[in-house]
């Protein structure tokens, strides 16, 4: 008996949510509602609502179309909003209707919103095809350096992500050479908030299905005791138009340790044709037999990323690696090996 009354409060909710969704969504474009819960909104796409909350303990602003902390959404009392602030507020009609906005708001400056984008800040966003609908497989990645931290806050603040991919989001961070556990982000169950601990974050966009749209990603350092990191460019080729690729090829950090983050793909996709895989070939020119300077190899098709092996003298070690999703390469240089070089090829070729 409790069993079916719970079945059937859920059926009535689930009811109330969608018929609010049918009746306020616009027909066309994209629009975000309020929602009576203050910490609930919905997302609209072509007059079809998903309802998507907000990490806690933000609320939805619908002035600001984002999470927002309650002291800035004034109008909801105790997580509630009072009738007649959960529509869009709409203007009396002129000889020519007032169009409906069809786009999200502009992001924030310095944000990254291509597949390949780096950036080194103490906080930033990142906001990928939010409001349009993305494609199966894609294996978009962004870097995020944030230099000196030893924490770094993630909260995905806006979101249409189907739940079919709960794992849509795959943060791999590090800290100085060691890659930690993969930290996953999407719905239904994963926080939309998480405390990642590293300071140099590949965040790789990974659906597995077409049903969703995108997000938007905002990050903070948090500052510890341990603050020194090794000092690094990153860098992301979604083509092997750059191959053969001779690093280091800029001149920063020469007489510091460095560790610095190299990401290749086919086309930011992972490769579905059974024919064909991504292949990575390596060569050095190191410092003979110390193997101070070094390449640490990884690879990623779904989820984690798997360490694939160590590179520091092509006499002796696998020089070929071959994957159907992406490299992530991390490349230390010691602090006074001034001339050694090493070098990346890549390129798609038949199995």
């Not at 601990?197 to 938007?216: A, M, Q």
Request: glycine letters at 6%; charged letters at 15%; hydrophobic letters at 30%.
């Amino acid at each position: 008996m409790a069993l079916k009354i719970f079945l059937v409060v859920i059926l009535n909710i689930c009811i109330q949510i969608s018929s609010g969704q049918d009746t306020e969504c616009p027909t066309e474009g994209i629009a975000y509602l309020p929602h009576p819960d203050c910490t609930l909104y919905i997302v609209c796409v072509n007059g079809i609502g998903t309802l998507t909350e907000c990490p806690r303990p933000l609320y939805y602003n619908p002035r600001q179309q984002r999470c927002d902390f309650p002291e800035n959404v004034p109008e909801c009392m105790g997580g509630t909003r009072p009738p007649g602030s959960t529509s869009t507020t709409t203007q009396e009609p002129t000889e020519e209707p007032t169009e409906e906005p069809t786009l999200p708001p502009p992001p924030p400056p310095d944000t990254l919103t291509e597949c390949g984008q780096t950036i080194t800040a103490s906080s930033g966003t990142i906001q990928y095809k939010l409001g349009q609908t993305y494609d199966t497989n894609e294996l978009c990645t962004f870097i995020v350096r944030t230099q000196n931290f030893t924490t770094t806050t993630f909260i995905l603040e806006l979101h249409g992500i189907s739940e079919l991919d709960p794992d849509a989001i795959v943060i791999l961070p590090f800290i100085d050479t060691v890659l930690m556990d993969a930290v996953h982000m999407g719905p239904p169950n994963n926080p939309r908030t998480q405390h990642v601990d590293g300071y140099v974050f590949v965040v790789i966009f990974n659906p597995k299905t077409s049903l969703g749209t995108g997000f938007k990603l905002t990050f903070k350092g948090v500052p510890g005791d341990h603050a020194y990191n090794y000092e690094g460019l990153d860098f992301v080729y979604n083509n092997s138009s750059d191959s053969p690729l001779t690093v280091p090829f800029w001149s920063e950090f020469y007489g510091r340790h460095q560790y610095n983050i190299f990401v290749l793909s086919s086309e930011a996709k992972l490769i579905t044709d059974p024919n064909f895989q991504l292949q990575l070939t390596l060569s050095e020119d190191f410092l003979p037999d110390s193997c101070s300077d070094k390449f640490y190899i990884y690879q990623f098709q779904r989820q984690n990323a798997e360490y694939a092996g160590t590179f520091c003298n092509e006499e002796v070690q696998r020089t070929d690696y071959e994957t159907k999703g992406l490299f992530i390469i991390g490349f230390y240089k010691f602090y006074d090996s001034y001339n050694a070089t090493g070098t990346l090829a890549w390129e798609k070729v038949p199995v």
